[in-house]
């Protein structure tokens, strides 16, 4: 119960992982300094780091994440970022607004996240320089 | 006298209710049915029962006895009524699993929804078919306040606390303030947190379900075949093909959230009932809701699906996914009373018009199942294992 089983849209096994890292590290771009209890979650045009809080997440429960945002197409900084999800099965997303807060360069909170249904959800992370949005995505599968 | 009697119902609802709902076990010709590691999973995430009951600290006489006491005395008091003729019990009767088994209730006026069991309400993130209350305790005003309901108004909840040296003791004992000293609108709260302390023991029992899920869980064979067939043909097409988990998963059978599922929202012709869309407005307007000055718990800590909560257009039409626990006792059912019975609500399910619904585009849950005679049978079946007796304390 509440085990989740999760992979990455943009990095969907480790061999994806890896795959993009060699690509990132032939452009010559700095991955990001991750730090503990972080995941990744990078694309060729960007990458972030995130944590969730609590770390194991669980249908119906409510919870927060960190987003670290290292890498961005523009110089820009990050100015925000927008996390949200869909159950692309369903057609439908979350009944809540998650709340952010930036708490540093490029460092976002977020608070009042919650997943209401088992299934897949498709976690959608906008980073936003200006008016350019770039778009990393994650998909999280719960179970009941 | 009206409160012995309901309780000497509880405890005639316990006796009848107990076993009297199971089907025949399995005959032993009968090969039970094999369940995949992805059924087993499922449902073994239907326990396990009962969970714990943590008190509710935006109401600080949850668990208290005192106010158990006087919230159990007030939820049986007719004089809390305008007319003095009605109480919490008319709609919410003991003998009939705390509903009233009508399509929908009659209070002073008939009233567009059909009465919500009460049992295992600890659970719940919001009260009622539309959520339109984040707490027990401030859901507990609205019937009191309604003009079909119970017709009262603050001044009078203060004036029947104040003037009935029963209730007045009982009431200083809890809040350690006079009624008559505090506001009308204070001791409307007050009260309200007493009815919720007592609702809050009104808890169901173990069902022949848990048992079948225990014995699983442990591998006992011999324990699990106890379990009618049918039953457990059932509980593949409930967490499986039938999607019935997606929304109604869980230990308390339900996600605590809102759906629509294609039941028609019109509560009389040209008047639409508005479910969730409705509710989120009163929950925001309201001065009992958990951001509100009654949350007795300064740091908010039940109060984020409150704060994040956010109205949408599919919340049109759209009303509470209600536990699935005595489900088998509640007839009739859906927000609106206009099932009669499990059978009926199946095929509902089986035959859904998926153009009464407002979802959103994109691939819908809930679609026609176009279920055979014999699983809809199987899963009523299952469904009809899910009761148990209630008890409420005395």
Partial sequence: MGVIKHWSRVCGSGVALLLAIVILGADGAAACEVPEGFARLASP??????????????VGRFFAAEVIACRAPDAEPVRTVVLDAQMPAHGHGMNYRPAVAETGPGRFRFTGLMLHMPGTWRLTFDLFQGDRRTRLTRDITLKP | MRAATAIAGLAALAIASGGALVGAPMARDEPAPAFSDAERAAILAHGPWPPSFDRDPSNRVSGNAAAIALGRQLFFDTRLSADGK?????CHDPALAFS???????????????????????LNRWFGWSGAADSLWSHSIRPILDDKELGATPQHARDLAAADAGLAAAYASVFATA??????????????????????????GRTPFDDFRDAMERGDREAMARYPVAAQRGLPIFVGKGQCSACHFGPNFTNGEFDDVGVPYFAEPGRVDQGRHGGIAL????????????????????AAPTRHVEPQHRNWGEFRVPSLRNVALTAPYMHNGSLPTLEAVVRHYSEVDIERLHGDDGARLVRPLHLSPREIADLVSF????????????
């Fill in chain 1, 45 to 58: 045009q960007a990458e972030i780091a995130y944590r969730w809080e609590p770390a194991e997440l669980k």
């Fill in chain 2, 179 to 204: 009624a008559a000293d505090d506001q009308p609108e204070r001791v409307l709260v007050n009260i309200a947190k007493a009815l919720a302390a007592f609702q809050e023991t009104i808890v169901s």
């Fill in chain 2, 100 to 122: 009233d088994g009508r399509e929908r209730s009659i209070g002073l006026a008939r009233v567009d929804r059909n009465a919500i069991a009460l049992a295992n309400l600890r």
């Fill in chain 2, 86 to 90: 009605r109480s919490c019990a008319t």
């Fill in chain 2, 383 to 394: 469904l009809e294992t899910l009761s148990a007796p209630v008890s409420a304390t005395k």
């Fill in chain 2, 283 to 302: 929950l925001r307007a309201s001065p009992f809701g958990l951001l509100g000055p009654y949350n007795d718990d300064p740091a908010r800590t039940t």
